[in-house]
């Protein structure tokens, strides 16, 4: 679960829906990152569902007494965290090989960045570079086969989308820069490797409640954001405890819309009817 505390209720998303959304931006990435034909579909269901080994987790939210906050899939015990791990990676294996190795690569950088350690992990990452070790066999003997360069900007496409749906829902919309979630006051690590950012890192600030700014922007078009939420209010949890008032909290929609700078914009455009009267 993805949660953020609002007033008097916390917001509380599915990891599986943020899944959906990501795949959802993946599929409006510019086209010069858009991974090749022959992969596209493998490359954009992956995006979609690779957290969808919390779909089962989600459906009743568990209570962190400590913190006195639900537990979000940044502290949830690491134990279970790694067993559904496993069995999002072994569902979406069965469906994309590809994709089973571009979300164990990501769930691996997850797991070095959190700085986890114990026993079940070193196990779980001994048995992860197996699988993606058996995964490149595989690969190689494709009758087109991925190479390293392709793998890299995969994983990055999913990093980024993965990071951006994870800002839409960290964050109160419309939030000053100062209120911003942490990971990402500096930006979209991984992003200045895109070749359209020319090294730069793609940074994000809201124009209003109901619009992100993102530069340099990563879309060929603007995009609308929509997903499903829950605000829990506190006190009903305090009245009948996590699991039922998460049930009996009726979902709403949010809808974000995703663009650029409006001196961006301009110069994309005088950009394309440059192009275009060149052509002519």
Same mark, same amino acid.
């Given at each position: ?17 943020? #899944? ?22 493998? =490359? ?18 568990? +209570? ?17 965290? &790694? ?5 999002? &990676? ?8 590809? #994709? ?14 959190? *700085? ?34 392709? &793998? ?15 800002? &839409? ?19 979209? %690590?991984? %992003? ?8 730069? =890192?793609?940074?994000?600030? +809201?124009?209003?409640? %109901? ?14 954001? =929509? ?13 009948? #405890? ?17 663009? #650029?700078?409006?001196?961006?914009? %301009? ?8 192009? *275009?009267?060149?052509?002519?």
């Amino acid at each position: 679960m993805i949660c953020r505390e609002q007033d008097e209720a916390i917001v509380m998303v599915k990891q599986h829906e943020h #899944g959906r959304l990501a795949g959802e931006l993946a599929k409006w990435f510019r086209e010069e990152q858009v991974p090749e034909s022959l992969r596209r579909d493998e =490359v954009l269901w992956s995006i979609a569902n690779h957290d969808r080994g919390w779909i089962d987790l989600d459906e009743t939210p568990f +209570w962190n007494d400590a913190e006195n906050v639900p537990y979000s899939f940044i502290d949830f015990p690491v134990v279970p965290k &790694l067993t559904f791990y496993r069995r999002g &990676l072994n569902e979406i294996e069965a469906v994309s090989s590809y #994709g089973a190795l571009l979300c164990s690569l990501h769930f691996e950088r997850l797991i070095e960045v959190s *700085g986890e350690e114990c026993p079940e992990l070193d196990q779980y990452q001994k048995d992860e570079a197996e699988r993606r070790a058996r995964i490149h066999r595989e690969l190689e003997q494709r009758s087109v086969p991925i190479g390293e360069d392709e &793998l890299y900007y995969d994983a990055r496409l999913l990093q980024f989308c993965d990071d951006l749906s994870l800002y &839409l829902a960290l964050n109160r919309p419309g939030s000053p820069k100062a209120e911003e979630h942490p990971w990402w006051q500096d930006g979209f %690590s991984g %992003s200045e490797d895109f070749k359209f950012t020319s090294g730069r =890192v793609i940074t994000a600030e +809201w124009q209003d409640e %109901s619009t992100l700014l993102l530069e340099p922007f990563p879309f060929t078009h603007e995009v609308e954001a =929509v997903f499903m939420l829950r605000r829990v209010s506190r006190s009903e949890i305090a009245a009948k #405890g996590i699991a039922r008032a998460y049930r009996e909290t009726p979902e709403e929609e949010c809808r974000i819309m995703v663009s #650029g700078r409006p001196e961006e914009a %301009s110069a994309d455009e005088q950009g394309n009817a440059e192009h *275009g009267a060149g052509g002519q």
